[in-house]
């Protein structure tokens, strides 16, 4: 089992940043791929950043050069740093988890956070 709590939502201003964490209940070197995804009202997830395999990190376009993936494994926590927020970035943030490693064993099941609201003002 991995759960997976989100902090760090809230509402600013166009133009301004926040910094999402994402602590996870388990040791996320044993997780095979982590990241944050977003919904906004009415609209479908979508995939914001990930690390994939390895130190790999994939982002959408629509956040490239202003959101930045991170990740601290002492803390066993992923961070997503949001600057230049824009008001399209608005939404629910989730944090996601897509299989672990449990001694020899692979447990092949993704996980969600509870999500955290970010709301951008024009």
């Known amino acids: 089992q991995v759960q997976l709590v989100e902090s760090g939502g809230g509402l600013v201003q166009a133009g301004g940043s926040l910094r999402l964490s994402c602590v996870a209940s388990r040791s996320i070197s044993s997780i095979s791929a982590m990241g944050w995804y977003r919904q906004g009202t009415g609209e479908q997830r979508e995939l914001v950043a990930a690390y994939t395999t390895g130190d790999s990190k994939n982002y959408a376009d629509s956040v490239k050069g202003r959101f930045a993936i991170s990740r601290d494994n002492a803390k066993n926590t992923v961070y997503l740093q949001m600057n230049s927020l824009k008001p399209e970035d608005t939404g629910v943030y989730y944090c996601?988890?897509?299989?672990?490693?449990?001694?020899?064993?692979?447990?092949?099941?993704?996980?969600w956070g509870q999500g955290t609201q970010v709301t951008v003002s024009s």
């Open positions: 996601h988890a897509m299989g672990y490693y449990s001694g020899v064993n692979y447990v092949n099941t993704e996980y």
